[in-house]
């Protein structure tokens, strides 16, 4: 299993620009999550999905879209980057039977809004 | 209160002591509570679950007090590949949404 994977790993954007953030997992998770990381700030849920077809807003959902059109895939949309978007990017999914509620997480897209 | 607090750190710490760390939360119907690891620029892995009872994984002990709301993390016998960020997660039911992370204690062991 190749687990919770991410593309790009890292990207550089212009104020304005959009772009999508790519996450997929082959672990059949109906949970899967998008988070952003900054300094002081610990994790941050932004959207996530109970399964195919299902999304919500997280904490800090604003300038951002998500679809989940099937169980593997949950790609992040920024509409109009702005630099306050500048973060790690952590997607992450889990299973809902799980007795832990285990959260495991892709490798992150480090992303720069100039 | 902020939901879930830990102390930044640094904590420096020589290769064989051992170190604790707490970590306190604000909703007391949370339901479950995690530890969990991250290295620079890597993302978190779960460390381990903390049970009502408290439990070990080899050098980590991990015990929960529901009554002050606060759980707390002991590594004895502390090795250079320890050094790491380590994240406090509090459940208080669902899925993602229930859960809220910790900003994290940076611990850096010392040779």
Known sequence: NAGVTQTPKFQVLKTGQSMTLQCAQDMNHEYMSWYRQDPGMGLRLIHYSVGAGITDQGEVPNGYNVSRSTTEDFPLRLLSAAPSQTSVYFCASNNV??????QFFGPGTRLTVL | RKEVEQD????????????????????????????????????????????????????????????????????????????????????????????TFGKGTHLIIQP
Request: glycine share 8%.
């Open chain 2, 8 to 99: 930044p750190g640094p904590f420096n710490v020589p290769e064989g002591a051992t170190v604790a760390f707490n970590c306190t939360y604000s909703n007391s119907a949370s339901q479950s509570f995690f530890w969990y690891r991250q290295d620079c620029r890597k993302e978190p892995k779960l460390l381990m679950s903390v049970y009502s009872s408290g439990n070990e994984d080899g050098r980590f002990t991990a015990q929960l007090n529901r009554a002050s709301q606060y759980i707390s993390l002991l590594i004895r016998d502390s090795k250079l590949s320890d050094s790491a960020t380590y994240l406090c997660v509090v459940n208080r039911g669902g899925g993602a949404d229930g859960l």
């Open chain 1, 97 to 102: 039977y799980s007795e832990y509620n285990e």
